[in-house]
Every structure is written in C-alpha cells, then in structure tokens.
C-alpha cells in the first residue's frame, strides 16, 4: 500500500498532524484506542491548551526553538477549533483550559478534523522495520496480526515519550532517530512526584498546603504542595521536578503569600500568652511535624525577634532533599528527547533527510504543567502537517 504521508502515533500531535497533513495520511498506532493520554488528562476533562502560553514555559537544549511552531499555532488558535466543534471550556487557574463535560469532546474533535481532511487510522497496529531507499519510506506493519507493507513519501514520528509504559509509551521515536543518525538528548521523567528513602513526610500523607518551591538554579514556582505516603507531590512539586536533577535540594517556603515574621510579631501583640504553635498559618499536621524539627514551645510572648526570625528563617527556606522520582511509571511528561539542532524549527523535519518529521513530546521541548505540553503537541504537529 502506497501513502503520501505515514503519521505513528494517534495521541495528541498525531491526530492534529493528520488534520493538516490531509488526503493521503495514514495514521497507525498499537493501541486500541486513540488519543489514550488525552482521555485521562486533566482529570478527564483534558487541560487542552493555556491562556499565558509562550516560549518561556518550555524547557529545552535550545530555548528558542519551540518559537516558531508555538507563534505560527498558537493557544488562541486551539481555541478557536475547540469552539467551532462547540466544545464548552472553562478556565481553571492560571490559565489553565479544560473541558466543561469531558476530554472525550477533544478526541472526537480530533478524529472529525482528520477524517474531513481525509486521513485514515489503523489501530492495533505494531510498528515493524522502517527504511528509506532514498525517495520513499517503507515501513512493515502488523495489523491485528496481519502483515501490511506501506510505502510512505513523508514519514511522521509522534509516537511520544517513556511516560506510563502501562499506557503504551515506548522508546520508539528514539529508536527510529538513532537509524537515521538523528542525535537524542538524554531523557528522564518529568512533571513526576518525589521519593524520599524512608520517607520522612510518611505522617503527614494527604496534607496539602500552598508553597514556593525553589531549585538549586533559583527556578521557583508557588503552587500546592501535597505530603504523600511516597514523598512530595502536587502541583508545586510536579512543576519544580522539571528543574530538578538527582542529588540536589529544594527550599521550600511555608509562607510564601505573607511575610511570617511580621505576621508572627503582630500575633505577639495581640496574642502573647497564646502557644506560638497554634498562631502558624499551617494546616495543624504540618505545624505537629514541624515540632518535631524546631521547638516551638511556650507562648509567643516569650519568643524574642531572634529567635521568631530564626524559625521564620527555617520555615520559609525548609531545605528537603528528595531520593529520586516516581520516574516513568507516573510522569505526566518526558524530558529531553529529539535533539532540537537537527530539525527545522519551522517544519520539524530533519535537516538531513527532510521526508522525516518528528513532532510532540518525542522532541526535545518540554512544558510546564498547565495546559502548556498539549499546546505544544498542536503546534510542533500544525507546523509538520502544513509543511508537508
Ligand atoms: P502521546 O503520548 O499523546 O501519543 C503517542 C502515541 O503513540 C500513543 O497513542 C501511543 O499509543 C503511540 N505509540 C507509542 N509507542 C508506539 C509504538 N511502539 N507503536 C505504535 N504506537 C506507539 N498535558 C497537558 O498539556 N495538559 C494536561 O492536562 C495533561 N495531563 C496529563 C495527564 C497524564 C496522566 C499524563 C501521562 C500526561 C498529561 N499531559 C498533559 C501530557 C500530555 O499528555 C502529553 O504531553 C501529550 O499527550 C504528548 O502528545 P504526543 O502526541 O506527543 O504523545
């Protein structure tokens, strides 16, 4: 079978390639269904794009590279297809976009754009032997057990990162770049919670508290934090793990909205016979732990200004230092990948065999958590699918 366009893999860049791409696209993936991450995201109702997004959401070898593809497809043209399929949205916080009913609406959305423009999708399909005799790609698949051979002009890889395997992420794309001599950054997890080796935070499990969370290259992000019975997670945590790398520490500020000192002074003023453990904005399991850690006996009136600024000095620079990552098995994201300095910008093809495209999370560009990872996946798959 001869196509003029072969797109692996039907998540999120893939299905938006084909739209683009057009007739002729052929869409393959061994899964049973297609677009599985965007069905579980955002809690099922997808956080599809984000209001703020720009370049500096995204990590990257080259920080410059996303510009292109992110400023020719942009949030608000995502959001412009998701109201023409009258898909209802709503604003979470900061920025973040989701489905009023269900993240369903998206793949559906997704599949009538690929299939207006004429594409088609095989699933259960595995991916085979991939060569080029120089004008054209043949790939070997197996669908549902039988044997098919396609012969493609343009070969796109989407097959995205190592996150959840159990979701049937592979190391594909990866594989597919080094046969083609395309260099690979190194990967690891990201937007992934921390691990603590005898997790130290065990008792606290389930207490969520808003933070600024800070990495050692002073990259900072104030958003909640959430004690597990594995270690460190929620959102702050999620953000801070792209900065992250094995052995360094995090600060962690417990106040990050007030100054703790002069609301500590003025709760002396008012209140001094009262126990200083009571008067600390913190959810009381935290503020039990943190007697563990620092006295904080007697009543306020007895703490000098030293003393009050020494603790308030620890509780807004709490320095924990995380054993690793929940890695792949829950990252919501991959970092690294695709070595940006071998594809074009604009078309994501690769500069020494132009045929070959590599489009969404496979590439090394990354997101923050927010809606930012799927507004690259539109992006970097409208710049391929136009290109071609
Ligand atoms: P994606 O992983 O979506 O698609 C790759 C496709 O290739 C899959 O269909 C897979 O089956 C197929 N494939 C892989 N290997 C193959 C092989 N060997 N053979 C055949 N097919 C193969 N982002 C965001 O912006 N907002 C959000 O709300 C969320 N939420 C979220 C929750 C969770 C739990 C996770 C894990 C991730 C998110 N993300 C997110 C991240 C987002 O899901 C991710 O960045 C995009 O799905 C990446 O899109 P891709 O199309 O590049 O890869």
Redesign the pocket.
């Known amino acids: 079978m001869q196509v003029d366009t072969l797109i692996?893999?039907?998540?999120?860049?893939?299905l938006h390639c084909a739209a683009h791409a057009g007739p002729g696209t052929l869409v393959?993936?061994?899964?049973k269904a297609?677009g599985?991450?965007?069905r579980?995201?955002?809690g099922g109702r997808?956080?599809?794009t984000n209001l703020y997004a720009g370049p500096d959401n995204f990590l990257s070898a080259n920080p410059h590279f996303c510009k292109s593809a992110l400023a020719r497809y942009t949030q608000w043209d995502f959001i412009d297809l998701v109201g023409r399929h009258g898909i209802a949205w709503h604003e979470k916080t900061l920025g973040q976009l989701f489905c009023d009913s269900a993240a369903k609406d998206i793949i559906r959305m997704l599949l009538d754009e690929m299939t207006t423009a004429g594409a088609d999708l095989w699933l259960r399909t595995?991916?085979g032997e991939i060569t080029h005799d120089g004008a054209r790609f043949h790939v070997t698949l197996d669908r549902e057990g039988r044997r098919q051979n396609v012969t493609a002009r343009n070969l796109v890889v989407?097959?995205?990162g190592k996150?959840?395997p159990k979701?049937?992420?592979?190391g594909?794309a990866y594989d597919i770049a080094r046969q083609f001599d395309v260099p690979v950054t190194p990967t690891r997890a990201g937007l992934v919670p921390f691990t603590f080796s005898d997790n130290p935070f065990a008792g606290l499990s389930g207490v969520s508290a808003p933070v600024r969370v800070a990495a050692e290259d002073g990259t900072s992000f104030d958003e909640a934090l959430l004690f597990t019975h594995r270690g460190l997670s929620g959102p702050a945590m999620l953000q801070i793990s792209n900065y992250w790398h094995e052995g360094e520490a995090l600060s962690l500020n417990l106040a990050p909205a007030e100054d703790l000192f002069e609301t500590l002074r003025t709760a002396r003023q008012r209140a001094g016979r009262k126990g200083l453990s009571g008067l600390l904005p913190l959810p009381g399991r935290l503020v039990d732990h943190l007697a563990g850690l620092h006295d904080l006996s007697g009543n306020i009136a007895d703490w000098s200004d030293a003393r009050l600024r020494g603790l308030c000095d620890a509780l807004t620079d709490w320095q924990v230092r995380p054993s690793g990552t929940e890695g792949y098995r829950t990252a919501?994201?991959t970092l690294g990948g695709i070595d940006t300095d071998a594809l074009s910008s604009r078309t994501m093809a690769v500069k020494a065999l132009p045929a070959l495209h590599f489009?969404?999370?496979?590439v090394d560009v990354t997101?923050w958590l927010g809606?930012?990872?799927?507004?690259w996946?539109w992006s970097s798959a409208h710049a391929a699918g136009r290109a071609i």
Do not use: R, W
């Open positions: 692996l893999g039907a998540g999120a860049a893939g393959v993936d061994h899964a297609p599985e991450k965007i579980i995201s955002g997808c956080n599809f595995e991916i989407a097959t995205g996150s959840i979701m049937g992420a592979t594909l919501e994201v489009i969404g999370e496979a997101g809606g930012y990872n799927f507004q996946a």
